[in-house]
C-alpha cells in the first residue's frame, strides 16, 4: 500500500518475520544485481539492532535466490554503538557473525563504523572521510548508496537518530557522534541528508511492540519522528510483519 503523502514510499505486509526478511533478501540480490549490472558495484549500509540478523542469515546462506557477487559489495552500517567490534552490542558483529563472516566478501569492501577506542567524535570525523574518499564527494555532497537498511525504534528512531538529539537536525555532517541516554552510551549514526539521498530505503519492521510507531509513521502521524523525516528522493519500501501492522486501519 502506498504511505500517505509520500508518492513511492510503500508498505508491504507480510505474516511472519521470516516471510519480512525473505523478501528483503530477494530485494536485496535485486538491487545489488541491479547496480552492479550498471556500475560494477553496490553500496549499502547495513542496519543494526535485532530485527535484521533473520535477513543477515538468509542472505548467508544464500536463501534469496539469486547468486549475489560478494566481491563487488560495499559494506557500511548506517549506525554503531561504541563499543569493541568483537562486544556483543556491535553491529559490526551482529552482521560479521550472521554474514560477512560466511560470504566471500573482500576484507577491504567492509567499512566497520567504530574499532573500539577512539573518541567517538574523532570515530565520526574518520568514518566521514572514509566516505568523502570512497564515493568521491565534493563539499557538501551526501554519497548515494544504493541501499540503506533500517529498522524503526518503538519511540521513533532509526540508526542512532533519536527523538530530541542534535543528530537529527544534522545538515551539514555526514555522520555524527552523541551521547544516547536512552540508551547509556555513545552512538554514531549517518544523518538524514545521507539517508535522503539513498537510491532505495528499506525499513524492516517485526513485531506488536512496534504496531503503534508504525501506525504513526504511516498515517503521516509521524511529526518529528526522526524515522518520519526519512524520506528519500528515490523509493522507500516498510517491510512489516502483521504483528508490528496490527494497528494499522484494515
Ligand atoms: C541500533 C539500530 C536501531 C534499531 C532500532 C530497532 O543500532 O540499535 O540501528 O536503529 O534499528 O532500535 O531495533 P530492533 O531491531 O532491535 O527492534
Not at 26 to 41: K, V
Request: net charge positive; glycine share 10%; charged share 15%.
Amino acid at each position: 500500500m502506498e504511505i500517505r503523502g509520500r508518492p513511492g514510499h510503500r508498505l508491504l505486509i507480510f505474516d511472519t518475520p521470516q516471510a519480512v526478511w525473505q523478501k528483503a533478501a530477494g530485494l536485496f540480490a535485486g538491487a545489488a544485481a541491479q547496480a552492479i549490472a550498471a556500475r560494477g558495484c553496490f553500496t549499502t549500509a547495513l542496519a543494526g539492532g535485532s530485527t535484521p540478523r533473520g535477513l543477515y542469515q538468509l542472505l548467508a546462506a544464500g536463501k534469496d535466490g539469486q547468486c549475489i557477487a560478494w566481491e563487488k559489495i560495499y559494506i557500511f552500517w548506517g549506525d554503531e554503538r561504541c563499543v569493541p567490534p568483537a562486544h556483543t552490542d556491535s553491529n559490526y558483529r551482529l552482521a560479521y557473525d550472521a554474514l560477512l563472516s560466511k560470504v566471500a566478501v573482500p576484507g577491504h569492501n567492509i567499512f566497520p563504523m567504530y574499532t573500539g577506542n577512539e573518541p567517538p567524535a574523532a570515530a565520526a570525523a574518520a568514518y566521514e572521510q572514509k566516505l568523502v574518499r570512497f564515493f568521491g564527494l565534493r563539499a557538501g555532497k551526501a554519497p548515494a548508496f544504493d541501499l540503506i537498511l533500517l529498522g524503526l525504534g518503538q519511540d521513533g528512531h532509526t540508526a542512532s537518530l533519536f527523538p530530541g538529539s542534535a543528530a537529527v537536525s544534522e545538515s551539514r555532517a555526514l555522520v555524527t557522534a552523541s551521547y544516547v541516554r536512552a540508551r547509556g552510551g555513545y552512538r554514531l549514526t549517518l544523518t538524514l541528508p545521507v539517508l535522503n539521498a539513498a537510491s532505495r530505503i528499506i525499513f524492516l519492521v517485526t513485531g506488536e511492540d512496534k504496531a503503534a510507531v508504525l501506525a504513526a509513521l504511516v498515517a503521516g502521524r509521524s511529526g518529528t519522528m526522526p524515522a518520519g523525516l526519512v524520506r528519500p528522493a528515490g523509493e522507500l519500501l516498510i517491510l512489516a510483519d502483521k504483528q508490528a501492522a496490527r494497528a494499522l486501519p484494515e
